[in-house]
């Protein structure tokens, strides 16, 4: 099969959106087909370098969203590279530029094209758009446009299908939990202990992901200082970056704290594992999460997490080897001593590897494809409409889109 993945963010940006492409190409290469990546051009690539499978379009950072670039030109140029490739199926992957782009191909092709719906926007409407917010009525009313006409739409998780039928969306749904793909799974190959002067023996609390303000990385922050008190040698790393760093980092410095946390900033993709199992415990303090990568991750380098309630952690955790869900700060505190206390037993590495196998970059390739060939054998036995226009619904959010999704009318 010829997959084409269309997205405004994809590597060397580094994001979860951005690493969930990547796994499901190369899960989807491995099982023998064609995937091609059409993407925003990005400063830290060349234009004169050579990336097999991967075709960039000329963009500008968004106003206002500065996470997604916005690509300026290259529809005739997409539908030309489209044909060429002789692209079976069309699998959106944001819903700016690149979305509309793919939409806009599928259409002139005449092939099928679905989405996954990766953001959920309402938890970042607060801060991205620098006060031009809407509320969710506003996101709803936008991405119901947006999944008009596509053949389906995959939801990582519960918590996302039931916000995207309230928001009315039409198309069929599917939940697929994103998988992971890390390598040497199990095998860390750098010592980060020694790195940063940690003993074999001190407790060690990771904190990692992007340090957005939705991220409430301040709860465990607040939480890891009241530790401090029964686990004085304790420490707690926080791995990335983002607009909130600056906020933790005065934060940690107002608790004194300076010596006891450390900002370690991006870390590469390849490197996750070393974090993992530096640390005794991964924390997570959010209470936005939707899928929640992460979360696989640290099973995946076998190590348990602590985090907040959520429909999709509810579903995942189902042994404590796993991990501990809490609901307040006590909680949040006592889930992390228990495991500072509790050693790793071979029951514990049984049931994570276990599970595992439920969340891993195959399995996610394989209920993937099983989508494409249901909306595919749908598609051609259904009459497909000659118009190639887009939809009143689609012509208004492309007319917002281009402006600014977060400013009010």
Do not use: C
């Amino acid at each position: 099969m010829n997959i084409g993945l269309f997205t405004d963010t994809y590597f060397p940006q580094v994001s979860g959106v951005a690493t969930s492409i990547k796994t499901l190409k190369e899960a989807l290469e491995a099982q023998g087909h064609q995937v091609y990546i059409f993407t925003s051009t990005d400063p830290k690539v060349s234009k004169n370098k050579f990336e097999s499978h991967i075709y960039r379009f000329s963009s500008v950072p968004y106003a206002g969203f500065k996470d997604r670039r916005l690509a300026f030109r290259g529809l005739i140029q997409a539908v030309e590279i489209a044909k060429s490739l002789q692209l079976d199926i069309i699998h959106t992957q944001t819903e700016f530029s690149l979305g509309l782009l793919g939409k806009f191909v599928a259409r002139q092709l005449k092939i099928p094209v679905l989405h996954t719906y990766h953001t959920m926007y309402e938890d970042y409407t607060h801060y991205v758009a620098r006060g031009f917010l809407i509320g969710p009525k506003g996101v709803g009313t936008l991405m119901k446009a947006y999944m008009s006409g596509m053949v389906g739409v995959i939801a990582p998780s519960q918590l996302v299908q039931e916000t995207l039928l309230r928001y009315g969306v039409k198309a069929p749904i599917r939940i697929i939990p994103t998988g992971v793909s890390l390598p040497n799974t199990g095998v860390a190959h750098q010592n980060l202990r020694q790195k940063y002067g940690f003993s074999s023996e001190e407790p060690i609390i990771l904190s990692l992901g992007r340090l957005a303000f939705e991220k409430n990385v301040a709860l465990t922050i607040s939480v890891f200082s009241e530790l401090l008190q029964t686990w004085p040698e304790a420490r707690l790393v926080i791995a990335g970056d983002g607009p909130a760093r600056k906020s933790l980092e005065e934060q940690v410095s107002e608790l004194a704290l300076e010596k006891q946390v450390i900002f370690a900033g991006m870390v590469n993709h390849d490197d996750i594992i070393n974090y993992y199992q530096m640390s005794n415990v991964f924390v997570s303090s959010s209470d936005t999460e939707t899928q929640g990568l992460t979360f696989i991750e640290a099973m995946a380098a076998n190590r348990p997490f602590v985090a907040i309630h959520s429909p999709y952690l509810d579903n995942l955790v189902d042994h404590e080897a796993i991990g501990t869900l809490v609901s307040d700060y006590d909680e949040l505190l006592a889930g992390i001593e228990k495991y500072l206390r509790r050693p790793v037993s071979e029951l514990d590495t049984i049931v994570r590897a276990t599970k595992m196998k439920d969340v891993d970059a195959t399995t996610f390739a394989h209920r993937v494809l099983d989508f494409y060939e249901t909306v595919l054998a749908d598609y051609h036995d259904t009459d497909v409409p000659d118009d190639e226009n887009p939809t009143p619904d689609e012509v208004g959010y492309m007319k917002r889109i281009l402006r600014n999704p977060f400013r009010r009318n």
